[in-house]
């Protein structure tokens, strides 16, 4: 009688274990089917290699006064010295060397001539170029392989020349922006003495504008044909920097016809230092050097960046990558009213004339968290998916609003490393990971305000204050509170810095420092985050060289 109610059981077993079986054995092909994927990969990745390091020529040069095998490969140069053989059997141990191809920019034929022959000449080899890094710095170096044979130099400098045309993303032609009134006026002079060779050496064509007012660069850029070009580069500090990224970011948003998004650069810029702190440049070359500059730039060195977007009632006021508002604002404000100072003292006045008349600000603080999944961007995620992600599509919901009195509010979408602040102004973000920091001091005392200040050029501890708060964001609102009462210049005497805010009369506009510009706007500010928008010659570091300490706080 229990037969019958039995064998479905039975057969649902059965079934239930082919089931698994079918699924053990469906898990165990995909893990094999992933295993053969692999050993693929691996495959092909060795081939590639192999191919990379087959030797394309085999020759003797004198290198000094010895004689060496040289081996070129796809990827490197290598010498060893040729060792006569010793009759007592003895050999020392060779001194060989090597260079890779990505760090060789230029390959020139060295001929014997007289002193004003401009042509001609017996061959004497030939002579390579190449970068050497020395900590943060890129150097130029240069090698030189003798044999006086024209064949066989020719054959080496026409294959090498044809191995170093397959790094396509180094320039050939190149708009240069020079700003003859950045800093100490000396940006023409940087770029004749140690640019202007290296681009020679690695036959980069130019075409030079030195500007000639603000806006200039600007103009330009709106106008010009940019696909002649392979690249943009600005000779000048911060103020060109920035005037130039907001160039190349419109000028892609007029070129797609799209009002609304912006669209990412089409050119990479190039930035030559020549201002007073540089923030940019040493963002994505470590270090104040215009030769490492003009080094990332010939050998093609590109990093992707993210920038922000300023917006004011819905009209785009600038492409950037950092703000600051409240202390950074006004020291700025204050900064700009002494124009007839030297750089360097005129900031130090403004900050120290700043901290003395310190006030918070009363406003209204707005963001959006950085998504999860984009903190971690850099490695994870694919970046043209993310570049498509746009933030307008979080809720309403997600936004965090605060209302209070805070000191200074900064938003950085790249580290902003400088010699001041070697791990940069804001650590906590990187150039490419689809966020900004945002900084918030809250109100404080001026001791603590200048203890949390201190710590930036020691990079430790600076937010480990209770009145700090740090978030990762991809967009940001500031709405000052507009209160009734007189505006702050007038009123020069000492406030209680604790207590009493900002007061503003309808109207007031309020002092931001956007990318160290000084920018006035009247009501609320969004800030939002575009992923990877331009692209600059450089890498990421994760700290500047330190060359400076100011001594005025
Ligand atoms: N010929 C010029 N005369 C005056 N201003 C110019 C000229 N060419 C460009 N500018 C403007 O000068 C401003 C400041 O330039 P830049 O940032 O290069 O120098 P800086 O202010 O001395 O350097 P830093 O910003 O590092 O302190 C930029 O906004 C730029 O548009």
Redesign the pocket.
């Known amino acids: 009688m229990s037969e019958p109610e039995e064998l479905p059981q039975r057969e649902q077993r059965e079934s239930t274990k082919k089931k698994k079986k079918a699924k053990r054995s469906g898990k165990k092909k995909k893990e094999q089917r992933e295993g053969e994927e692999q050993e693929e990969q691996v495959e092909f990745e060795q081939e590639v290699q192999s191919v990379n390091e087959c030797v394309v020529l085999h020759g003797i040069f004198k290198l000094g006064k010895k004689s060496h095998d040289v081996l070129l490969t796809r990827t490197k140069l290598t010498w060893t010295p040729i060792i006569p053989e010793n009759p007592t059997g003895e050999t020392g141990v060779p001194q060989s060397g090597e260079v890779l191809l990505q760090d060789i920019f230029a390959v020139k034929v060295k001929r014997r001539r007289a002193a004003g022959q401009e042509s001609g000449g017996p061959v004497l080899g030939v002579a390579l170029f190449w970068c050497r890094r020395k900590g943060r710095k890129l150097e130029e170096d240069t090698l030189h392989l003798h044999n006086a044979s024209s064949e066989h130099t020719h054959t080496w400098y026409n294959t090498l020349k044809e191995l170093l045309t397959g790094f396509s993303s180094r320039p050939t032609y190149l708009k240069v922006f020079i ?5 100490k006026k000396e ?1 023409v002079h940087i770029y004749r003495d140690h640019v202007a060779p290296l681009f020679k050496m690695a036959d980069i064509r130019t075409d030079i504008t ?8 600007l103009s330009v850029m709106k106008e010009c044909k940019l696909d002649e070009y392979d690249g943009v580069v600005c000779v ?8 130039l990224c907001h160039a190349l970011v419109l000028r892609a948003q007029l070129d797609a016809d799209s009002p609304e998004k912006p669209v990412r650069a089409a050119l990479p810029l190039g930035i030559i230092p ?5 923030v940019v440049s040493c963002s994505v070359h470590g270090v104040r050097d215009p030769v490492t500059a003009a080094l990332h730039i010939v050998l093609g060195h590109l990093q992707q960046v993210d920038m922000c977007s300023f917006s004011s009632h819905g009209q785009l006021v600038r492409f950037g990558f950092s703000a600051m508002f409240g202390f950074g604002g006004r020291s700025l404000a204050r900064a700009e009213k002494k124009r007839w100072m030297p ?1 360097s003292r005129r900031r130090e006045y403004a900050l120290v004339k700043t901290l003395a008349r310190l006030r918070p600000e009363d406003c209204q603080l707005s963001f959006l968290s950085a998504r999860k999944s984009n903190s971690n961007l850099f490695v994870q995620r694919d970046k043209d998916q993310y570049q498509d992600q746009d933030p307008e599509s979080e809720g309403e919901e997600s936004w965090v609003t605060n209302q209070g009195l805070y000191l200074s509010i900064s938003i950085m979408s790249i580290p902003c490393l400088s010699p001041h602040a070697p791990q940069g102004l804001a650590p906590n973000t990187s150039l490419a990971n689809g966020s900004a920091a945002l900084i918030a001091v809250g109100n404080t005392s001026r001791s603590e305000f200048i203890k949390h200040l201190k710590r930036y050029s020691s990079s430790t501890g600076q937010f480990n204050f209770s009145f700090v708060e740090t978030h990762a964001v991809s967009a940001v609102k500031i709405r000052p509170c507009s209160l009734i009462g007189c505006s702050e210049d007038e009123s020069e005497e000492e406030g209680d810095s604790k207590t009493t805010p900002f007061i503003h009369t309808e109207g007031t506009t309020f002092p931001w420092n956007i990318d ?2 000084l920018v006035e706007i009247a009501n609320e500010v969004l800030i939002r985050v575009h992923p990877r928008l331009i692209t600059l010659y450089g890498e990421e570091v994760e700290e500047a060289e330190s060359s400076v300490s100011c001594s005025c706080i």
Do not use: C, I, L, M
């Open positions: 700003n003859p009134s950045s800093h940006a030195v500007t000639e007012r603000k806006g200039h660069a000048g500090g911060d103020g060109s920097v920035a005037e020549a201002g007073s702190t540089d750089s160290g510009d």
